[in-house]
């Protein structure tokens, strides 16, 4: 969506947070901005122009592809243009960047400053120091050139941050995310900036848990032991006792407080637009350039640095040898690292971490893992009792035997309680911890839907995660849970072909009835590549759904939702999920969970 740089409500705003326009202010930078340190930066502050260079992009060329959908030229176009530390196109292509990723309705006029006075009773900004979240790092609050006014600014955001977001836990790079931001634009333009990156369902920008904060880190340390082999085996040969934990646990740091700080904001450009990732390169370019440096340079002599690597890191970086240019250049190059590569390695440390969190917590920790704690709440739970046709059963007698089946919507009699309860309990305990906090809802059934893969679609495809659930005339209950939403069968990659298959390693296969298994993702444990067989989750076009693959398909259902096949599949090394191998769907219900 496109920003107006400083209309009136923001003008009238920031005279209200006691900042002062300024007369001399100096070309691109916020009022808030103490220029004279930036006046006096070094020699990348203005790039050397031979002549032979095509002129930089303006705002609104990159405005107008963005508009158009053209989200890999504009990728092109920030990672090849080097605008000056001081150019005024960042007050207005900042926002527009943020802006694609915003999901909530937090951005109407005067939103921010409502809560501002909700949060602290005034829009005046207060002289006195104010307390801050508890999910930021007192340790890392960098302000970067912000005036002490910036930095009371910048305290005032993240608080309203944190009011208006309370999921977030443990973020310590939000604070200087916000600090970059507010010297670009106004108080208002970088709260709705940081909305948008905290928000974003399609790519990551800011982790805002302790466990996701330590998978990243964890990520950074996994992929550079493959893209970086030769810089660890040199630390770790000089360091003999090093424990690259410790290094990798403060990666973040080497961007955001070791870098210069126009390195930093040509790295944003690229950041606010491809997330997370653009940092993970550069992570790497930095760990090959101190390597050769350490190799070259008395500086880093292994005596100089072998008792810590970690701050050696950071003021390496600070002298760091090449251009913002250069380093943008150096990091776009590391072949081999798509976003599909980290995802995956991301996946698998956060589903490893989790697992051994629980192993290593003890007989209360898992008993308090199969409390209600994380169950839907009594009311979604009886919503789902009357709405769902496979996770309801009750009982019904005959001579010979108990025959179990699924009840109708609103049906009361006979329903066991404890049998409902038990199969909720299975089920939740199995989904990933985070989506446990959110509560389900039922968006498509084939009972009130129809039975059409087009309505399904309809109903279902913007939806991340969803939960699908199957019961087959012969009564068999099965499903998968699945990581990404089904709209990604839509999705073109860089050749602009559509992609067969989709999905993450957080997709899981599930059995409920007459057998009670969960069948996760096979790379979960094990850290041999196992060929792209294993990495087949999701597929889906106008004829079909399927579910694994690599020697079979775990699940497929047909156009018409009404017929089906179980294979067992190298993806997620299950059996048959019926023994029929064929079924007849008489119930498919997906599940979207609210809030996410």
């Not at 190799?295 to 880093?300: A, T, V």
């Not at 839907?376 to 001579?399: A, D, F, G, K």
Request: net charge neutral; glycine share 6%.
């Amino acid at each position: 969506m496109p920003y107006h740089h400083r209309g009136d409500a923001s003008a009238q705003a920031d005279k209200l947070s006691g900042i002062v326009e300024e007369s001399d202010l100096y070309e691109g930078f916020a009022p808030h901005v103490e220029t004279s340190e930036i006046k006096s930066l070094d020699i990348y502050n203005v790039p050397k122009q031979t002549g032979k260079e095509p002129a930089l992009r303006s705002f609104t060329e990159i405005q107008q592809q963005l508009q158009q959908g053209k989200k890999r030229e504009v990728k092109n176009i920030l990672r090849e243009n080097s605008w000056p530390i001081n150019s005024p196109i960042r007050s207005q292509l900042w926002p527009l960047l943020c802006g694609q990723h915003l999901t909530k309705q937090n951005t109407l006029d005067g939103f921010y400053w409502e809560m501002v006075h909700q949060v602290f009773g005034t829009t005046e900004l207060s002289e006195k120091p104010i307390m801050l979240p508890a999910f930021v790092d007192a340790t890392h609050c960098l302000p970067y050139h912000l005036t002490s006014t910036g930095r009371a600014v910048a305290d005032r955001i993240v608080n309203v941050l944190g009011y208006d977001c309370p999921d977030i836990t443990y973020s310590p790079v939000l604070y200087p995310i916000t600090s970059i931001l507010l010297h670009f634009m106004s108080e208002e333009e970088a709260y709705i900036c940081l909305a948008g990156l905290v928000g974003s369902k399609e790519k990551v920008f800011i982790n805002q848990t302790k466990l996701l904060h330590e998978v990243t880190w964890k990520t950074v340390m996994q992929i550079a032991k493959k893209h970086t082999k030769s810089a660890i085996s040199y630390f770790q040969r000089i360091c003999p006792g090093l424990k690259l934990e410790r290094v990798f646990m403060d990666w973040c740091w080497w961007i955001l407080a070791g870098l210069p700080f126009q390195h930093l904001v040509r790295i944003m450009d690229c950041y606010f637009h491809e997330g997370i990732k653009v940092l993970y390169r550069v992570a790497l370019v930095i760990l090959n350039l101190f390597h050769k440096e350490c190799q070259s340079n008395n500086e880093w002599s292994p005596d100089n640095i072998k008792n810590d690597i970690g701050n050696a890191m950071i003021k390496f970086c600070k002298k760091i040898p090449v251009s913002p240019a250069k380093l943008l250049h150096a990091a776009f190059s590391i072949r081999g690292l798509s976003s599909q590569y980290i995802s995956r390695i991301f996946v698998k440390t956060e589903m490893l971490l989790k697992s051994r969190s629980v192993l290593n917590s003890g007989s209360k920790q898992l008993i308090k893992s199969r409390s209600s704690d994380n169950l839907p709440t009594s009311q979604s739970q009886v919503n789902i009792q009357m709405m769902s046709h496979t996770l309801t059963i009750r009982e019904m007698h005959s001579e010979s035997c108990r025959n179990l089946h699924f009840g109708l919507p609103g049906t009361t009699n006979f329903i066991k309680t404890w049998t409902d309860r038990q199969f909720l309990f299975t089920l939740w305990s199995w989904l990933p911890v985070r989506i446990t906090m959110y509560q389900p809802v039922l968006l498509y059934t084939t009972e009130e839907h129809g039975c059409s893969l087009t309505t399904f679609y309809v109903r279902v495809e913007q939806h991340e995660p969803t939960l699908l659930m199957i019961k087959t005339c012969n009564n068999e209950v099965f499903g998968a849970y699945c990581s990404s939403r089904w709209f990604e069968r839509n999705v073109k990659d860089d050749r602009g072909q559509r992609q067969a298959y989709f999905g993450t390693g957080e997709t899981f296969l599930f059995s409920l009835y007459p057998e009670r298994a969960k069948y996760p993702w096979v790379g979960i444990e094990n850290d041999k590549d196992l060929g792209h067989s294993s990495e087949l989750f999701m597929a889906a076009d106008s004829k079909m759904i399927t579910i694994g693959g690599g020697e079979g398909q775990a699940i497929w259902m047909d156009e018409n939702i009404r017929f089906g096949k179980t294979d067992s599949c190298k993806t997620f090394n299950n059996p048959p999920l019926c023994p029929s191998g064929d079924f007849e769907i008489r119930v498919l219900e997906v599940y979207g969970f609210v809030g996410i």
